[in-house]
């Protein structure tokens, strides 16, 4: 099993920064993508971002682009997403998503994903 927990969410004003955490705990793989996805008030959950264990390759949904940067701490096993320049169509809830194996097609697929955090409100108001 993997524990995922995010944290760094909460009330900004746009144009404004958060950094959000993913620390990950239990049996982590060597080999695994962590992603971030968000879920709107009445939306469908969404890829936002995603990154590879190992090589750091980096997937972005294009409406965050430039604005939002994910990356990884091996020695914490914690993953962050730096979201700048903030919009109010940002506010979301943020989970974090792990599993291993995936390849380039799967990783903005929501049914990817075996293990999911519980999420982290962000909240811009305009």
């Known amino acids: 099993q993997v524990q995922l927990v995010e944290s760094g969410g909460g009330l900004v004003q746009a144009g404004g920064s958060l950094r959000l955490s993913c620390a990950a705990s239990?049996?982590?793989?060597?080999?695994?993508?962590m992603g971030w996805f968000r879920q709107a008030p009445g939306k469908e959950r969404e890829f936002v971002a995603a990154?590879?264990?190992?090589?750091?390759?980096?997937y972005y949904v294009d409406s965050v682009k430039g604005r939002f940067t994910i990356s990884r701490d091996h020695a914490k096993n914690t993953v962050y997403l730096q979201m700048n320049s903030l919009k109010p169509e940002d506010t979301a809830v943020y989970h974090c998503?792990?599993?291993?194996?995936?390849?380039?097609?799967?990783?903005?697929?929501?049914?990817?994903?075996?293990?999911w955090g519980q999420g982290t409100q962000v909240t811009v108001s305009s």
């Open positions: 998503a792990a599993d291993r194996g995936l390849t380039t097609n799967q990783v903005m697929r929501l049914s990817a994903y075996g293990y």
């Open positions: 239990g049996r982590t793989f060597s080999r695994n993508y």
């Open positions: 990154i590879t264990w190992s090589s750091a390759d980096t």
